[in-house]
């Protein structure tokens, strides 16, 4: 199992700029991929971001492509999400997620909120 601390949340003006940070602890050897979610108020959660821990390949949501980007430093079992140009939409309460198996989001953290304002 791998615990998942996340970082870096708060309030921000529209075109601002944010850093998140998801640092691991645990079973981070057998890392396979990381990724980001986000919970908007009142909808379902949403796929944002992945990594793949080894390789450092990367995909995105659509709605966040060219805005945010997903890196990871291997050393310090940690990712980041870094948010550029960040809109009301962007809105939510963001989420880290480590899979080991490559077949499901087994480990999550706590969430860290994340407030837009226009």
């Known amino acids: 199992q791998v615990q998942l601390v996340e970082s870096g949340g708060g309030l921000v003006q529209a075109g601002d700029s944010r850093r998140l940070t998801c640092a691991a602890s645990?079973?981070?050897?057998?890392?396979?991929?990381m990724g980001w979610f986000r919970r908007p108020p009142g909808q379902e959660r949403e796929f944002v971001a992945r990594?793949?821990?080894?390789?450092?390949?990367?995909i995105y949501a659509d709605s966040v492509k060219d805005r945010f980007t997903i890196s990871r430093d291997i050393a310090k079992n940690t990712v980041y999400l870094q948010m550029n140009s960040l809109k009301p939409e962007d809105t939510a309460t963001y989420y880290c997620?480590?899979?080991?198996?490559?077949?499901?989001?087994?480990?999550w953290g706590q969430g860290t909120q994340v407030t837009v304002s226009s």
């Open positions: 645990g079973r981070t050897f057998s890392m396979y991929r």
């Open positions: 997620a480590a899979d080991q198996s490559g077949a499901s989001w087994r480990d």
């Open positions: 990594i793949i821990w080894s390789s450092g390949r990367t």
